[in-house]
């Protein structure tokens, strides 16, 4: 007899995985079997000891991989420019100033903001985009790459006219970031607003009759125009194109590109593959923070989804989506008005100053963001469990005045019951007798 499996949809569940992904360490299956792809056997092993270690298995192992990754990279990119600059020392100093500056880029506010609700907007689309920080990385370094060998092969020409060329990208560039970040923090917007109703609803349940956690779906013509436009991003690599018009800015190029000229001035006739080495330190450097910060969301994003507890579920879910929300408005708003500070003839006022001087500490304020979601997850964490205990009194306090009231109704309809008897119908007959306790009995029961 066949046992029938009711199937839910899991919101970690990872719908592009390939079907011959790694083995299950709790699937059974023989690492030594010949049949089983050298891939799978040494994903196993490398599963097997991240499992072990109690720091690490916090986290996912897809997180883990590609953090590691990138780390082996870093040192690959500066083995290679180590040899390749090893004829000339006086430059590393100038390497590792490019490779720092990719660390710092990194944190900028617009990269925080755009690569954390994406890691959001795929995870509600049943997804575990470990790479999408990474492949945008890659997109906006494409940029700096390009602009670092045009200047560096033509540093006479493109450094007369590179003040113009950087005005009209950072237009660009401000225009798509702010733009994309304001369309996220209303789409997020809406989303923390359906999952405000969804806890409202689990509150008003009985104890017990929780239904599944289910993904959410947008209503109305507005979020479903946003939507469609975001369904373009259905997967991490499609953020390339969107990091690749992030980079159109110029504000990192022009300082990767200053830097090239400056390096070949001071080599005089140094090759152009020598100084490649400082866009290619720089583009390792952003890659490797972007890609700890979007797999870190995508892990703070997931950690209570797997818990398959509605309350716990919605409640980190709502906590994290307010604080995207927040600051994509913010960040999208203040690069709305750093668009006009440069469109409009010569602003002037405190608030254009103001403006001005948090469009010139965008490291600063995307360092605060990455603070803000340790904080305010670390106090969600702390806060749970009296928060559920309140919930929980608050429940049962409501379904036990319900039942109460259910039966206070029951006397009443007891008393109406006896009341509206007539006083023929309580003459002394055992028939009627009967009826009246028939009656009663009957309201009882109710």
Known sequence: MNEEREVTLDPTQDTTTAPNDSPDLDSGENINDPLLPPSNKLSYKLQSVHSRIPILKRLPFRAVAIIVLLILIQFAAWAIAGIVLHAHPQLIGTAAIAWVLGLRHALDADHISCIDMMTRRLIAAGQKPVTVGTFFSLGHSTIVIITSIVV????????????????????????????????????????????????????????????????????????SLIKRLFKLIDQPWKMYPVGVMFGLGFDTSSEVALLGISALQASKGTSLWFILCFPLLFTAGMCLVDTIDGALMMSLYTSAAASRDPFTVVYYSAVLTGVTVVVALFIGTLQALELADAVLPNPTGPFWDAVENMGNSYDIIGAAICGSFIFFGILSVICYKPWRRWIEKKRQHRFLERSDGDIEDSRDEIVIATTELSTDDLEISPSNMESIHIQRKGSLSK
């Open 152 to 223: 560096a092969a033509t540093s006479s020409a493109a450094a007369k006219h590179f003040d113009s060329f950087s005005r009209i990208g950072g237009i660009i560039g401000s225009s798509v970031s702010a733009t994309f970040l304001v369309l996220l923090g209303v789409m997020n917007g809406f989303i923390l607003y359906k999952l405000i109703q969804r806890l409202r609803a689990l509150v008003r349940t009985r104890p017990g009759e929780e239904p599944e956690f289910q993904l959410l779906e947008g209503g109305g013509f507005l979020f």
